[in-house]
């Protein structure tokens, strides 16, 4: 599988749903995620633990790929917006937030990844920029 590949499945998964999250994560993995309430460090104990969560607070949460872009180095830059139901709200399903994360891969995992997001914004002109362009 070749890293575009990789990324590419991982964010194929519903995190909710899919008990194979963490097989795409590789045990040493750290991400570095900037969000709008700061810079955050986590290793794979900690997504772990955030995925555990997830399945918690949502009946669903998924991605929809606007970019998928793969250099020559084992890194692909994903550009995306996750989409959530809620378990208060589960008939409605509502966008979460905007990422782009580069990902290295290393060992067909997700190995050292640079995240930054921003809240959803679901006006039709916001989304439209995240419609699928190329992945």
């Known amino acids: 599988m070749t890293p575009k590949e990789v990324v590419k499945r991982f964010y194929s998964l519903d995190f909710v749903k899919d008990n ?14 900037n969000s709008s309430k700061g810079y ?14 997830l399945k918690k607070a949502f009946h669903s949460f998924t991605y929809k790929l606007s970019h998928l872009l793969e250099d020559n180095n084992n890194t692909v830059t994903a550009r995306y917006t996750i989409y959530v139901t809620s378990i208060e709200n589960p ?3 509502e966008v979460l937030a905007h990422f782009i994360t580069i990902w290295e891969i290393k060992d067909q995992q997700l190995y050292k990844g640079y995240e930054i997001s921003q809240l959803g914004d679901d006006t039709p002109e916001n989304l439209q920029a995240f419609s699928e ?3």
């Open 20 to 33: 194979n999250v963490l097989e795409y994560i590789h045990k040493d993995c750290i991400l570095h995620w």
């Open 40 to 53: 955050m460090c986590s290793n794979y104990k900690m997504i772990e633990e955030r995925i555990a969560t």
């Open 91 to 93: 008939q409605e399903e």
């Open 133 to 135: 362009i190329n992945v």
